[in-house]
């Protein structure tokens, strides 16, 4: 079986167009590995490939849950082997592409690794929730959702129990089954999008500008209008959250769209702190250009084994 080529990096390194140029070049389809994409009307704050490069190559994983759905890990997972499966049927390359860090340690190393550290938000979340029911309750609660883990928690083992519940609402996988399960990693060339670090906040700000001139306000807008919850994870997104604020009257207009700007900043430095700690990743300076970016990995993926 050829190794999966995985596209990887943080916000605005152009890793779409890069591996779009790839999969033109190695006759390829694109698994994306983002979890904003994941939902279909999230288009414009996603940065999903739009129609034309769609056209160019086929997509998958873009617009398969609706923004009040739970999409988790372990689903990502579910269905990128099954395109898999179905790209190679049809004798095409697998490249997977996209910022996601926890999809892509789902994908390519199971549940062999320990689960993924607590997410800020959803920490604070189940912190809240076990100061509002009590530890003994939201143990019995775990018990539905992970026997295994309840039984080897006290009731009154707050942090434990909190634990067990933000790592299932981040992966959709029991923490015991993180704690047991091994699955052989799956070979892939992990190729990681870098760039000065100047350069990609002046990236970042330019695309959230392109964003809103393209219509990121009506998109927020007419979401709210169909009726999803601001307080679904789905909208809970870069961009999605600073506008929902404007729309409800919390913040005014320059400081959404700064704090927008400010928090895609912290986020890209986050995703680099995790891309960091994940073995076997060859990094290569995204600011030559897609075009010589994508050049420079296919050469490289050419004497690596003639891909």
Same mark, same amino acid.
Do not use: C
């Given at each position: 079986?050829?190794? %999966?080529? #995985?596209?990887?990096?943080?916000?605005?390194?152009?890793?779409?167009?890069?591996? *779009?140029?790839?999969?033109?070049? $190695?006759?390829?389809? *694109?698994?994306?590995?983002?979890?904003?994409?994941?939902?279909?009307?999230?288009?414009?704050?996603?940065?999903?490939?739009?129609?034309?490069? @769609?056209?160019?190559?086929?997509?998958?994983?873009?617009?398969?849950?609706?923004?009040?759905?739970?999409?988790?890990?372990?689903?990502?997972?579910?269905?990128?082997?099954?395109? $898999?499966?179905? *790209?190679?049927?049809?004798?095409?390359?697998?490249? =997977?592409?996209?910022?996601?860090?926890?999809?892509?340690?789902?994908?390519?190393?199971?549940?062999?690794?320990?689960?993924?550290?607590?997410?800020?938000?959803?920490?604070?979340?189940?912190?809240?929730? #076990?100061?509002?029911?009590?530890?003994?309750?939201?143990? +019995?609660?775990?018990?539905? *959702?992970?026997?295994?883990?309840?039984?080897? =928690?006290?009731?009154?083992?707050?942090?434990?129990?909190?634990?067990?519940?933000?790592?299932?609402?981040?992966?959709? #996988?029991?923490?015991?089954?993180?704690?047991?399960?091994?699955?052989?990693?799956?070979?892939? =060339?992990?190729?990681?999008?870098?760039?000065?670090?100047?350069?990609?906040?002046?990236?970042?700000? @330019?695309?959230?500008?392109?964003?809103?001139?393209?219509?990121?306000? @009506?998109?927020?807008?007419?979401?709210?209008?169909?009726?999803?919850?601001? +307080?679904?994870?789905?909208?809970?997104?870069?961009?999605?959250?600073?506008?929902?604020?404007?729309?409800?009257?919390?913040?005014?207009?320059?400081?959404?769209?700064? %704090?927008?700007?400010?928090?895609?900043?912290?986020?890209?430095?986050? @995703?680099?702190?995790?891309?960091?700690?994940?073995?076997?990743?060859?990094? =290569?300076?995204?600011?030559?250009?897609?075009?010589?970016?994508? +050049?420079?990995?296919?050469?490289?993926?050419?004497?690596?084994?003639?891909?």
């Amino acid at each position: 079986m050829q190794p %999966l080529i #995985v596209i990887l990096g943080p916000t605005a390194t152009g890793k779409t167009e890069v591996g *779009i140029l790839l999969a033109e070049r $190695m006759d390829g389809e *694109i698994i994306s590995a983002d979890s904003s994409a994941v939902y279909r009307g999230l288009d414009i704050g996603s940065a999903k490939p739009s129609p034309e490069e @769609q056209r160019r190559v086929r997509f998958h994983l873009i617009d398969v849950a609706d923004p009040d759905e739970v999409f988790t890990a372990a689903k990502f997972r579910e269905l990128a082997l099954e395109a $898999m499966d179905a *790209i190679r049927q049809r004798g095409k390359r697998v490249l =997977i592409v996209g910022g996601t860090g926890l999809y892509l340690r789902v994908l390519l190393h199971g549940f062999s690794l320990a689960p993924p550290p607590a997410d800020p938000e959803v920490r604070a979340r189940w912190k809240a929730e #076990v100061e509002r029911v009590g530890a003994p309750a939201l143990h +019995e609660r775990l018990k539905q *959702i992970d026997p295994i883990a309840a039984a080897r =928690i006290h009731p009154n083992d707050a942090m434990r129990i909190t634990r067990a519940f933000e790592v299932y609402e981040m992966t959709g #996988v029991p923490i015991s089954q993180w704690q047991q399960h091994a699955a052989a990693e799956m070979p892939a =060339i992990k190729i990681g999008l870098t760039m000065p670090r100047e350069r990609l906040y002046q990236r970042i700000e @330019q695309r959230v500008d392109q964003m809103i001139a393209r219509g990121m306000l @009506q998109e927020v807008q007419n979401l709210l209008q169909k009726g999803y919850n601001p +307080e679904q994870p789905a909208l809970k997104g870069l961009g999605y959250r600073h506008l929902i604020g404007y729309i409800q009257g919390r913040t005014g207009w320059d400081e959404a769209v700064q %704090l927008w700007k400010r928090d895609t900043r912290r986020f890209a430095k986050r @995703q680099l702190t995790w891309f960091r700690k994940e073995p076997g990743i060859r990094w =290569i300076d995204a600011s030559q250009g897609s075009e010589k970016t994508a +050049e420079t990995i296919h050469t490289l993926l050419m004497e690596q084994g003639g891909f």
